[in-house]
């Protein structure tokens, strides 16, 4: 990821980090590699820390005794395998070097949020933001796996259309490859645009376009690219492709292992104000139908992170809206849309799981995949044409995703 320096002073950062989080770091100690060989406590909820003049340039693990004073490399560097740690906004690998005013997130992977949300059935109305009517949130139409994403291998299913989306039909030419490297690339999928080829179905399908964006040599043998996974045909945001079957097995690897990071831009209703850590498990069993549970997934990496990033106003919705930052690691169908609205946020422009909307609420689902990071791959991709009110949201001044 690019090592720029924030653009905001680093006073700034923790005055504003201070209201966008919940601390409550427990007293620390040294650990093994410390001084006295006691275990200090790991940091709970969500931290926040603004790296000062004399720690500019060391690596982010050194830098991470902000948040936990006197404990020992080993222990910090453990905290990458417990928590996402965001570098500006964006996730970061423990070697990367830091610089003076730099904003750094621990956010728990496991059960540490400020708050968690292992919950009631969504059908239970009990988490509705104020203004926003009950809404049965537990059918969808999707794709299968990967959160957002999914796993290649059943084809999309019809979703209700999206009201911008049916006015731009051409959508095959914006589709454009952000990054390409070390084996894999992340390509640009439109909103509206289905991301396995259906038979019978729209001819430009994200997958039907990837020969005319990688024309590779015919004997290219084991390093054809093909979809590694998958968004939601309303979702934008950047699809994996993989060359070859090797990388293809060694990214899902890293996914079991918990060590894809990926991040998501969503609008949604409702003024939020805490991080959230939402835990319930979802039931997948039925391809068209996703229902969050009563009971909390034992797998952490089928958790959502959520990070509010501030308020913003979006056309035709009457009531307020937050955008936030969403964090996964591998998910399921409509992991992140499910938990949201069973937090009682649904997505702004979500046909399923959102309020019903009406001839003034036409706008896209504001769900975008952003960013993502692997291994020594990472690629970055600021929201679409149809986020029109992003350059004004940015304006404001949130604390917002440093590459957004």
């Not at 690897?253 to 959230?276: F, I, Q, S």
């Not at 068209?288 to 509010?308: F, K, M, S």
């Not at 937090?343 to 896209?364: E, K, L, Q, T, V």
């Not at 504001?366 to 044409?385: D, K, N, V």
Request: hydrophobic share 35%; net charge negative.
């Amino acid at each position: 990821m690019p090592q720029t320096k924030h653009p905001h002073s680093a006073d700034n950062h923790a005055a504003t980090s201070q209201k966008a989080v919940h601390e409550s770091l427990s007293p620390a100690a040294p650990d093994a590699a410390g001084q006295h060989g006691a275990t200090p406590h790991m940091p709970q909820g969500i931290q926040c820390a603004v790296v000062p003049a004399h720690m500019h340039g060391q690596r982010l693990d050194a830098a991470l005794t902000l948040i936990l004073p006197d404990s020992g490399i080993r222990l910090r560097r453990r905290l990458f395998d417990t928590h996402t740690i965001l570098v500006n906004g964006s996730p970061a690998a423990k070697g990367r070097s830091v610089q003076e005013g730099d904003n750094l997130l621990l956010v728990p992977r496991g059960n540490g949020a400020s708050q968690d949300i292992a919950g009631q059935d969504i059908t239970g109305q009990a988490m509705q933001p104020s203004g926003i009517a009950p809404h049965d949130a537990t059918v969808g139409d999707a794709e299968t796996g990967d959160a957002e994403a999914g796993d290649v291998g059943t084809a999309d299913s019809g979703e209700p259309a999206c009201p911008l989306c049916e006015t731009s039909p051409e959508l095959a030419p914006r589709v454009h490859i952000v990054r390409r490297h070390a084996g894999y690339a992340a390509v640009f999928k439109p909103g509206g645009m289905h991301s396995a080829h259906i038979a019978g179905g729209p001819a430009n399908s994200l997958e039907s376009l990837i020969a005319e964006l990688f024309p590779e040599p015919e004997d290219s043998g084991d390093t054809a690219p093909q979809l590694i996974n998958r968004l939601d045909r309303l979702t934008s945001g950047m699809v994996m492709v993989a060359f070859g079957p090797e990388k293809a097995e060694e990214f899902h690897r890293l996914e079991d292992a918990g060590a894809v990071e990926k991040l998501y831009l969503a609008v949604v209703h409702g003024d939020l104000k805490n991080p959230l850590n939402i835990q319930a498990a979802l039931d997948t069993a039925k391809r068209r139908t996703t229902r969050v549970l009563a009971t909390p997934a034992e797998d952490p990496l089928r958790h959502t992170t959520i990070l509010p990033l501030g308020s913003v106003t979006v056309d035709g919705e009457q009531a307020s809206c937050t955008l936030v930052l969403a964090s996964i690691h591998k998910g399921a169908r409509h992991q992140i849309r499910a938990h949201l609205a069973h937090a009682g946020h649904p997505i702004a422009g979500d046909p399923i799981y959102g309020p019903p909307m009406d001839d003034n609420s036409r706008h896209p689902l504001y769900l975008h995949h952003y960013h993502i990071e692997f291994g020594e791959f990472s690629a970055t991709c600021p929201p679409p044409q149809e986020w029109h009110q992003w350059q004004q949201w940015l304006a404001q001044g949130l604390v917002l995703p440093h590459n957004a």
